[in-house]
Nanobody, 111 residues
Framework: QVQLVESGGGLVQPGGSLRLSCAASGTIFSWFVMAWYRQAPGKQRELVASIRGGDSTYYAHSVKGRFTISRDNAKNTVTLQMNSLKSEDTAVYYC?????WGQGTQVTVSS
């Protein structure tokens, strides 16, 4: 069973940046996808970004060009660098690997 622990959320002003990290314990295979999802109040959970291996990435249209996902397979970590944040990025962000989910970390973008 893989356990995922997110960190790095918080309150930031519009236009600011945050860096989310996810540490995975257990057996992780680099060829399986690791991903970040988010869920805003009253909305469904949505895929934000994913990465397979070290460099095969996907981004939701709404975050493309602003967010960057990266992965350290040796350390079993995945990171989401979020720049130019907007109020609509406010949500709980979740790390995902196969059927495992982290507990979520709150990101609030507000002035």
């Amino acid at each position: 069973q893989v356990q995922l622990v997110e960190s790095g959320g918080g309150l930031v002003q519009p236009g600011g940046s945050l860096r989310l990290s996810c540490a995975a314990s257990g057996t992780i295979f680099s060829w399986f996808v690791m991903a970040w999802y988010r869920q805003a109040p009253g909305k469904q959970r949505e895929l934000v970004a994913s990465i397979r291996g070290g460099d095969s990435t996907y981004y939701a249209h709404s975050v493309k060009g602003r967010f960057t996902i990266s992965r350290d397979n040796a350390k079993n970590t995945v990171t989401l660098q979020m720049n130019s944040l907007k109020s609509e990025d406010t949500a709980v962000y979740y790390c995902n690997y196969q059927e495992s989910w982290g507990q979520g970390t709150q990101v609030t973008v507000s002035s």
